[in-house]
């Protein structure tokens, strides 16, 4: 994957508890398919070169450090105060005059749509570009205000949004890059005041766009791509959705899964060629799978050593 050609931090916002999952583990630290929730987004700011990576976590840590130890930064967030400040936190740890801002539920963003996002921000020669989505049903997002020229001038959040913004079908998709020091010297300057009384990181948008400075918009309709992950069905979702991705990658190899909906294969298994998965396979963990092996049917493997077989 073509890597950018600059010093960049990566700010990843992964401290929200996930109330909605009803689980006492932070949800960025379910897994789809064998990988934490949190695991696909670091790895996008790793294909994409950052120079340091910085995850914003609660107190409760220590599951981030098992999984990354010193390979990022950690800053933390003890209390839920909204996205501007988990925001705040990260950029004091930021190192470069670049940042690029994630949000940790999001699995499903590609390396390629990062690369097209700020390709997009030299070429208009912005402070700060946002990635926006075109949605059907954006309920529950912020919505895009633009100008007559194009220009972002502000996000308004579906709480505080007019019956007339709510309208709007172009939404933000949470992913943002740009000066790091503009968007610095913005969070300082917004309030709690709003109907959740947190501090908004899309408020810092509408400071810099006051100040004068360009705020552009890199507009995608892959909708898919921004799924976040709230509540247990959306984990079902991107469960789905990255299982799809990943038997058609593998079935282009040349593996034939005989029956995906009753196949399950963990992202961290490793498959040779001419391989023949039978249905209700689960194949987990640190497996691997020689060339020319057929897998099933109605078998459980986990790192390699059969838990349940029919033949057993």
């Known amino acids: 994957m073509p890597k950018l050609q600059e010093k960049l931090s990566t700010i990843i916002l992964a401290a929200g508890i996930g109330k909605r999952m009803k689980s006492k583990t932070p949800k960025v630290l379910h897994r789809i398919m064998g990988k934490p929730i949190i695991s696909f987004v670091v790895e996008v700011a790793q294909d994409l070169g950052s120079t340091q990576t910085i995850l914003v976590v609660s107190d409760r840590s220590d599951p981030f450090y098992e999984l990354f130890g010193d390979t990022v930064c950690y800053a933390i967030q003890s209390e839920p105060l909204g996205t501007g400040d988990a925001a705040t936190k990260g950029l004091r740890k930021a190192e470069h005059p670049n940042v690029l801002i994630l949000c940790g539920d999001v699995p499903l963003l590609q390396h390629s749509t990062i690369v097209h996002l700020i390709e997009h921000h030299r070429s208009q020669h912005a402070d700060v570009t946002i990635l926006t989505c075109q949605m059907n049903d954006p309920f529950g997002y912020g919505r895009i205000l633009r100008d007559p020229t194009g220009r972002v001038t502000e996000i308004v959040e579906q709480t505080d949004a007019s019956p007339e913004q709510q309208e709007i079908t172009e939404i933000?998709?949470?992913?943002?890059?740009?000066?790091?020091?503009?968007?610095?010297?913005?969070?300082?300057?917004?309030?709690?005041?709003?109907?959740?009384?947190?501090?908004?990181?899309?408020?810092?948008?509408?400071?810099?766009?006051?100040?004068?400075?360009?705020?552009?918009?890199?507009?995608?309709?892959?909708?898919?791509?921004?799924?976040?992950?709230?509540?247990?069905?959306?984990?079902?979702?991107?469960?789905?959705?990255?299982?799809?991705?990943?038997?058609?990658?593998?079935?282009?190899?040349?593996?034939?899964?005989?029956?995906?909906?009753?196949?399950?294969?963990?992202?961290?298994?490793?498959?040779?060629?001419?391989?023949?998965?039978?249905?209700?396979?689960?194949?987990?963990?640190?497996?691997?799978?020689?060339?020319?092996?057929?897998?099933?049917?109605?078998?459980?493997?986990?790192?390699?050593?059969?838990?349940?077989?029919?033949?057993?």
Not at 183 to 200: C, F, H, P, R, V
Not at 270 to 287: C, D, M, W
Request: charged share 25%.
């Open 172 to 312: 933000n998709a949470g992913v943002y890059y740009g000066n790091t020091e503009a968007i610095m010297s913005a969070l300082g300057e917004i309030t709690a005041d709003n109907k959740q009384g947190e501090y908004y990181l899309t408020d810092a948008i509408r400071r810099i766009a006051e100040k004068g400075k360009l705020v552009a918009g890199y507009k995608i309709d892959r909708a898919e791509e921004i799924t976040g992950i709230n509540t247990k069905q959306q984990l079902a979702h991107a469960w789905g959705l990255v299982k799809r991705r990943w038997f058609d990658l593998l079935m282009e190899r040349g593996v034939y899964i005989e029956d995906p909906a009753t196949t399950n294969i963990d992202l961290s298994v490793r498959i040779g060629n001419s391989v023949n998965i039978r249905p209700y396979s689960l194949i987990e963990g640190n497996t691997v799978i020689s060339d020319g092996t057929t897998i099933g049917p109605f078998v459980w493997i986990r790192d390699g050593k059969i838990i349940y077989s029919s033949r057993a």
